[in-house]
């Protein structure tokens, strides 16, 4: 801790409630600030933040891009691209690129309203229903399910294994458990029966195609390459997503004005949305490995150090947006940084995006009115991700 105070710790349950006091101190007391009990540096405002994240060179994601990650220093296996550099990197991303296609993304679209009127019809004519155990526990993995290939049967498991991942005690770093981090076990029987089974999906696609890596060898991907991708895949989407519904539900309560805009026109809903995944990011921060010193604000960072990149405070940088601490559905956002930006910026963003808008028009149409009975709330124990397991409405059906 500083002399006036100034301490921030990404695992304080305390500051993690609401960030964004301690995150504005940072900003104007300390834009580089070093935390000397978990040992990295952090940056906090969106200039500083939106340019480490294209620094691909200096701040390599060699490492990995979560703290605990960076700091255990495991070996990765290769193909764990959100873990590479270019040129690597970009070889990698481009296979995986190929899920996304806007052909693909319309099916699932209409694949994901259908599973959110499933999931809120059963709701009609009662007093509640819950953001995230009712609606967005499952839809993440749904719908990276049915991009990528995953049967419907088997996405519990896939989410059971991303989601404890992701968890940490109150108050402690994330433990790391390579074996447990990295373990494809059940991608790898998904991948030999789609090899059996072809279907209109990533799996099957990268089990034919033919690719020209780093060195100039053309060659298909190994399993195990492609075992690899679906870890990333579900690792990066499904905790993340998850996060953004339990956020909709709690801060579009505190604005009923603004809800009642969106019923009326549904047109504003993409901002909406955007705007949400500014104001509370469901990843608060990204982490580098410092890989060649850096200096910011006057200090230097020498090689070999762990940089945590506060998405979350950039988000809400005065320099940037006005009035950030304001949930406005109007505001003209431009850029922001929940997604990253640069070579790592998300693959799945477009997904996720669309699994908010979806979720929301399917919510007004049935619930324009709720409130959140907090007391029953549950906060999500994970630092990596910032959001809720549960988010209890109350519906008005008036
Ligand atoms: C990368 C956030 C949803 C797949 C990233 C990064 C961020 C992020 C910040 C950049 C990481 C870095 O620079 O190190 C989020 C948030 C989401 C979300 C907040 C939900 C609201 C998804 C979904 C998918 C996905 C739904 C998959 C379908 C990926 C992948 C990468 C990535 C594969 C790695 C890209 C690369 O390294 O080139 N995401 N993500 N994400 N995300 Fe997401």
Known sequence: MSDDGLYYDPYDVDIDRDPYPTYRRLRDEAPLYYNERYDFWGLSRFADVDAALRDVKRLSS????ILEVVKADPVMPSGVFIHEDPPQHTVHRA????????????????KVRAF??????PFTGSDGFDFVTDLGDELPMRAIG????????EQPKVRDHAQRNLRNEPGRPLPINKEQYFDGGMYAEYV????KNPSDDLITELLGVEFEDVDGTVRRLTRDEIVTFLTVIAGAGVETTGRLFGWMGKVLAEHPDQRRELTADRS???????????YEPPGPHVARYVAEDVEYHG?????????????????HDEQRFDDPDRYDIHRNIGTYVTFGHGAHYCLGAALARMEGRVALDEVLNRFPDWEIDM???????????????????????R
């Open 62 to 65: 060699a490492k990995g891009d």
């Open 95 to 110: 296979l995986v690129s190929r899920a996304f296609t806007p052909r693909r993304m319309r099916m699932v679209e209409e």
């Open 116 to 121: 959110c009127v499933a999931c809120l019809e």
């Open 146 to 153: 049915m991009l990528v290939g995953i049967p419907d049967v």
């Open 192 to 195: 030999a029966w789609r090899e």
């Open 268 to 278: 504003l809903i993409s901002n909406a949305i955007e705007e949400l995944l500014r």
């Open 299 to 315: 200090t230097k960072v020498p090689a070999g150090s762990a940089m945590l990149l506060m998405v979350a405070s950039a988000n």
């Open 375 to 397: 007391a029953g709330a549950r906060r999500s124990p994970t630092t990596t991700v910032r959001g809720w397991d549960s988010m209890p409405a109350i519906i008005d059906q």
